[in-house]
């Protein structure tokens, strides 16, 4: 199926890229594999890999485990048109890695039962196949050379060359390695710096400055096409209040880009305050900006009707401050930017439930107000099956 010039939609199966080659392995045995077409890297660690007509169309038919475990796959309609170039940084950090491995082994680091060219396949199959870049920092996945082997072999001595290597080969300056983010309320990044003097990251994004400490705060580069959705907005004359500020992800463009009149921002990680405060005098907007530090449940109740809208930016659910977020609302009206982790099969149920849920708070609050869902925006895969989406409802008086 061709869908427009540049663009052609095969099936494909979809997969984290640490099951890519699970997959392949399998789809190839299977032979449903489409030999004419390349597998595609997608946004956010994704893997497409393109299968013909004997594939059954059906994920619930597609059962493959790795490691014992059933890997988690989707099927969808792929271009897979322009296989991008982007396999080059993989290719040169393997390159690079294999150069290193060959000067840094010593007889030690494998068994007299395996072959230095073993332990060397070994090594490199387990190299990261996804990162995030941030300016000149690379942030590296948790479990990034922290397979059994790699630990036995990086030592006191050598560690500084291997990061030295891996900057080199993936073109930038500083080095880091994500630790998980907190499930902790404040999503505390406690990411390591490994090469560099300095985690202090400034970014321009869309015409929007950002700056933050990549080890002490989260930065979702997934998000973009929501920031720009959000920054070209026409929000003159508007006051807004965002529940969940951060480093300012949606502040910052609603105030630079949108042209806010005036946005209150809620956040209670300092962490993230200063590096909003960086923002929003780097772009010009400080006196546009309210900031309310502390925990939303208490700080937004004090907000109580002065938005146009609210932005309600956390994941997997801001569903405990809907209520305080309706109160915020003017008593003319405004709209809510509701963000969600949802099942992909289940969001127009997951809206349905959003919507009759808004109106029982809305009575509670004794508001007057007519409910529309004025748009749905898929934001971007969080796993194979659930997707990272907002929903805006706008709440209008009843006449
Ligand atoms: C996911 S992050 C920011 C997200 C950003 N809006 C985005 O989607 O990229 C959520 C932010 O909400 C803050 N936060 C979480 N719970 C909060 C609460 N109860 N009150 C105020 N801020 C909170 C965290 O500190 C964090 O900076």
Known sequence: MVGGEGMELSPSIVVT?????AIYLFLKEKK????????????NGFLAIPVNENCPS????????????????????????SSPPSVEPHARLRASITKWLETSLVNDDFSPLQSREKAIMELLSKLP??????GDL????????????????????????????????????RIGKQKHVSDDIIRSSQAQLLLGDSSWVELLDFGVKFGFDACKVMYSSGNVTERHRIGNIDLKGETIVDCYAGIGYYTLPMLVRGEAELVHACELNQHS?????????????????????????????????????????????????????IACLKEKGGILHIHMNVDEEKIEQWIDSTISLLQKYTEELKRNYDLKVNHLEK?????????????????????
Request: proline share 3%; net charge neutral.
């Open 17 to 21: 890229k640490g099951h890519g080659e």
């Open 138 to 173: 690379i942030l590296l996945p948790e479990t990034a050379f922290s397979s059994d082997k790699w630990t036995s072999i990086i030592s006191q001595e050598n560690q500084l060359s291997l990061w030295k290597c891996v900057a080199e080969a993936l073109k930038v300056e």
């Open 273 to 325: 305050i200063s590096a909003l405060q960086w923002g929003a005098k780097a772009n010009n907007v400080a006196d546009r900006l309210i900031i309310h530090k502390g925990d939303n449940t208490l700080t937004m109740p004090k907000l109580e009707g002065v938005a146009d809208r609210c932005h309600l930016g956390l994941l997997p659910s801001s569903q405990s401050v809907w209520k305080l977020a």
């Open 379 to 399: 934001v971007k895969w969080f796993s194979p099956r659930v997707r990272h989406v907002v929903l805006d409802v706008e709440f209008t008086r009843c006449k």
């Open 58 to 81: 059906s994920e619930d038919e597609i059962i493959i485990y790795d490691n014992n475990q059933r890997i988690e796959i989707r099927i969808e309609k792929v271009n897979t048109a």
């Open 32 to 43: 449903w594999l489409d030999s004419e077409k390349q597998p595609k890297d997608l946004e």
């Open 129 to 134: 196949t996804k990162w995030e870049k941030l």
